[in-house]
């Protein structure tokens, strides 16, 4: 490992829930190769994971993830390789923000600080959004003269509408926790004192449910953005039927005619 002894992404599971956490806090996570390399692995291993049944992306002190490593990127504009910037969305920020989005499990983006460029697209990617109130998003692309990457200019819109997708975009400044959730860019926000626990009782909630139907349900909303209606209903009737012969529902009907809590395996 090129960096240092330290890894600058962490990947571990417990109880059903897989963390993947940005490792370098010295630097705010901003992204060396190193980190992107480790970073898209670590969302592939959860993706295959069987026994991680929801993914908490996170990041160590006091940013989640402020995007690209500028001092890396410098260096790499001085070597006469005009290629690097558009190699590395492809083999590294592209596998990851797809592996996020396609995880056949949910996704919790916990902001425990600010999140930037590359960081905030990740996060926007994500089903849940959970920021501490001191956090915020920065879309800070064009700061520094660049395009949009990470999927920002597919999920941006989607959550808060083109038109402001586009200011924020074209005129990027820190967006603070609270007008973060005003916009739909949050999904929560929690003061700092609490934001753990929130994290960790939402994970459980998710990883104690109901998995194959959540993998449904996230592959029918994504199939819909981009298919029509009649389309979307084939989409939604074969994930009815899958999840209709499952495990879960099987078990979630018992209890419910018992009048007892459910208990899902994710099958």
């Known amino acids: 490992m090129s960096e240092s002894s330290t890894p600058p992404v962490t990947y571990e599971v417990a109880d059903g829930v897989a963390t993947v956490t940005f490792n370098r806090p010295d ?13 898209r692995d670590a969302l592939h291993q959860a993706a295959a994971d069987s026994e991680a049944r929801c993914v908490v992306l996170t990041g160590t002190g006091r940013a989640f993830c402020v995007g690209q490593d500028l001092k890396e990127h410098v260096a790499g504009l001085t070597s006469d390789d005009p290629g690097q910037l558009s190699d590395t969305v492809q083999e590294h920020y592209n596998p990851a923000v797809t592996a996020i989005a396609t995880m056949p499990k949910p996704v919790i983006a916990a902001v425990n600080g600010i999140a930037a460029g590359a960081g905030a697209s990740l ?4 089903d849940f959004r959970l920021l501490r109130r001191s956090a915020g998003f920065n879309l800070a692309f064009a700061g520094i003269a660049l395009s949009c990457d990470t999927g920002a200019s597919w999920t941006l819109p989607r959550l808060v509408g083109f038109g402001r997708a586009t200011q924020l975009l074209l005129q990027p400044r820190t967006i603070p926790a609270d007008e973060a959730l005003e916009l739909g860019m949050a999904t929560t926000v929690v003061d700092d004192d609490a934001f753990d626990a929130e994290v960790a009782a939402l ?8 998995t194959l139907a959540y993998a449904s349900i996230k592959r029918s909303l994504a199939f819909s953005a981009t298919n029509d209606f009649p389309a979307s209903l084939d989409q939604e009737a074969q994930k009815m039927a899958l999840t209709g012969a499952s495990e879960d529902h099987l078990a979630a009907v018992k209890a419910f005619l018992a009048k007892e809590k459910p208990s899902f395996t994710g099958r």
């Open 203 to 210: 994970a459980r909630s998710l990883a104690d449910g109901p």
């Open 27 to 39: 630097t705010m996570n901003s992204l060396t190769t190193d980190t992107k390399v480790a970073l």
């Open 123 to 126: 996060a926007f990617a994500a």
